[in-house]
T-cell receptor
């Protein structure tokens, strides 16, 4: 099993601050996804990145896939309380979907 | 509404008493999978199915069984549950090319 490590594990910030969450591996992935999970719910897909060096923006969220396709980051600008949740990265080593590997998650709390 | 439905949402049972958690999707997805989520460990895949009558082990299959007799249903069976199977379980389905997972709302299982 290929390992994905996320950091930090926990993050508590004030509304309006910026933050970055990291997802790192020693293995190469054909694609990498970010999910957000709220209490009592299943994870919901935010974005998929497939090309090394790719940057995708989703409103205040910016996702980047490393050039070597081994790591990714999620940057949130001007965080809001609605951003609170568990952020999970997941890597697909061969684009077949049957070996999706999840990181341990970053639990984000944004205080008003 | 496109969705993955799991039942029950909550279950408390005793060691050794067989149980089944049902999962159904209405999106005509070929690929379905089961995960368990434990604090700090992210999501770990238990079993997956690429199509009807095709199932395979994930990372943590011990103590679990699955079946895929119909495309829409993918039940998870615990023949003899033990306390170490206390966890939050998620069913997911994916459209081709199987790299984006749609999750159910989860089943919180407690084995005493």
């Amino acid at each position: 099993t290929q390992l994905l490590e996320q950091s930090p594990q926990f993050l508590s910030i004030q509304e309006g601050e910026n933050l970055t969450v990291y997802c790192n591996s020693s293995s190469v992935f054909s694609s990498l996804q970010w999910y957000r999970q709220e209490p009592g719910e299943g994870p919901v897909l935010l974005v998929t990145v497939v090309t090394g060096g790719e940057v995708k923006k989703l409103k205040r969220l910016t996702f980047q896939f490393g050039d070597a396709r081994k790591d990714s980051s999620l940057h949130i600008t001007a965080a809001q309380p609605g951003d609170t949740g568990l952020y999970l990265c997941a890597g697909d080593p061969n684009n077949a979907g049957n070996m999706l590997t999840f990181g341990g998650g970053t639990r984000l709390m944004v205080k008003p | 509404e496109a969705q993955v439905t799991q039942n029950p949402r909550y279950l408390i049972t005793v060691t050794g008493k067989k149980l089944t958690v049902t999962c159904s999707q209405n999106m005509n997805h070929e690929y379905m999978s089961w995960y368990r989520q434990d604090p700090g460990l992210g999501l770990r895949q238990i079993y997956y199915s690429m199509n009807v009558e095709v199932t395979d082990k994930g990372d943590v299959p011990e103590g679990y069984k699955v079946s895929r007799k119909e495309k829409r249903n993918f039940p998870l069976i615990l023949e003899s549950p033990s306390p170490n199977q206390t966890s939050l379980y998620f069913c997911a389905s994916s459209p081709p090319p199987f790299s984006e997972a749609f999750f159910g709302q989860g089943t919180r299982l407690t084995v005493v």
